[in-house]
């Protein structure tokens, strides 16, 4: 069996307990996916000089956010680690050197969502970091490789947002025409699997704007390379809210 592969717009940290249209996609997610053997999570909240990879039996549940209610601050996702699928993600990357992580665990990118999707915490994750130093195209081809798991019935995760602008956040629930246009736009791109122009994100409509950092973008390159460009996409939770945040997610296989 192979695995599809999913990129999720995680946007805020409280989807993961509050009952939402975001969260109850998640949740029937990961009711009609084919079961996974294990998860590897590419995160834009884990960015390292080089590419790293959990490598412990227990990772922990990372807050990585402040002022959130205690219930959040104080939610757990005891799902196990496995040192054997981190050593296959190693062995998996040609393009360059993944490094066993024993510090890191789980981010609230990770969590967050999988909490959703396998609330049983009770498949293998590992979570590979993003090279804060690498060009697009590397963060691609690393997925291309990675996706060799699929086969072996591993998801492949990414989780980030298409577009992601804090600093333009508004309180209210529609999103700015400029967002909405790079959210159509990228679509567009998937549906046509035009993956190079993708990876040449800032040639896109108004990415300064919708991409001002790239770690909530990169995530969907390795979801792209690991399904490559034969496996028609599916949409959900496509939608812009907060003014500047892409919550879509997309299937691919």
């Known amino acids: ?29 990961g009711k009609y996916l084919p079961r996974p053997n294990g998860v590897v999570c590419i995160s834009a909240h884990w960015e390292t000089d080089g590419t790293c990879v959990t490598a412990m039996e227990h990772p922990a549940t990372i807050h990585d956010f402040t002022g959130f209610p205690a219930a959040l601050e104080n939610m757990t996702y005891p799902a196990p680690g496995s040192p054997d699928l981190a050593e296959r993600v190693q062995a998996a990357a040609r393009s360059t050197r993944i490094r066993p992580d024993r510090s890191w665990g789980l981010d609230h990118g990770a969590w967050s969502v999988l909490c959703r999707m396998y609330p049983q915490a009770d498949i293998p994750v590992v979570q590979v970091s993003l ?34 602008n804090l600093r333009a956040m508004a309180w209210h629930e529609a999103g700015f025409d400029w967002a909405l246009e790079s959210d159509a736009a990228m679509a567009n791109l998937i549906i046509a699997a035009n993956h190079q122009a993708l990876i040449d994100y800032p040639n896109l409509p108004n990415a300064r704007q919708a991409i001002p950092t790239e770690e909530h973008y990169l995530p969907l390159l390795y979801v792209l390379g690991a399904a490559g460009a034969d496996n028609a996409p599916t ?16 299937r691919l296989g």
Request: glycine content about 12%.
């Open 1 to 29: 069996m192979s695995m599809p592969t999913l990129f999720v717009g995680h946007g805020n940290p409280m989807n993961a307990i509050e009952d939402n249209e975001f969260s109850r996609t998640w949740v029937e997610l």
């Open 131 to 164: 090279d804060a130093g690498a060009p697009p195209a590397f963060h691609y081809d690393l997925g291309r490789e990675l996706g060799a798991l699929r086969k072996e019935g591993v998801l492949i995760l990414g989780s980030g947002n298409m577009v992601h």
């Open 235 to 250: 949409f959900f939770n496509d939608r812009v809210t907060l003014g500047s945040i892409s919550m879509r997610c997309v």
